[in-house]
């Protein structure tokens, strides 16, 4: 179901497709692109959904609400150097999604 931990993702992920499951932390739309950060018992991570990638699948991330339990599927990428966050233990990479899939709300 599941092949990493929100909250284990580092630089060594990068370029690799992970298949992550947990809750909705926080939705927020800045500049037509949905970022979600997705938590487990591991820890927290942004997610990307991109609308220019797949429109399909960003209508979808908006509708997210704290604390739904959703499967995401993507690549790990690195965050720009400005948008990096030391406090999070995940805070210099992201998952860009391509897929999505509610397991409850």
Do not use: Y
């Not at 060594?12 to 992550?20: D, S």
């Not at 970022?35 to 591991?42: E, N, P, S, V």
């Not at 960003?58 to 406090?87: F, M, S, T, Y």
């Not at 210099?92 to 709300?105: G, I, Q, R």
């Amino acid at each position: 179901m599941r092949n990493h931990s929100c909250g284990k993702l580092t630089q060594a992920e990068v370029g690799q497709e992970v298949l992550l499951c947990g809750w909705v932390k926080r939705n927020r739309n800045l500049g037509g692109i949905t970022f979600l950060d997705m938590w487990d018992r591991g820890g927290t991570v942004q997610v990307i959904f991109d609308p220019n990638l797949d429109e399909r699948l960003h209508r979808q991330a908006v509708k997210l609400r704290a604390e739904d339990v959703i499967q995401v599927g993507g690549a790990v990428r690195l965050r720009p150097k400005k948008d990096r966050n030391p406090a999070m233990a995940t805070g210099e990479v992201e998952v860009l999604a391509s897929e999505l899939k509610m397991l409850a709300d």
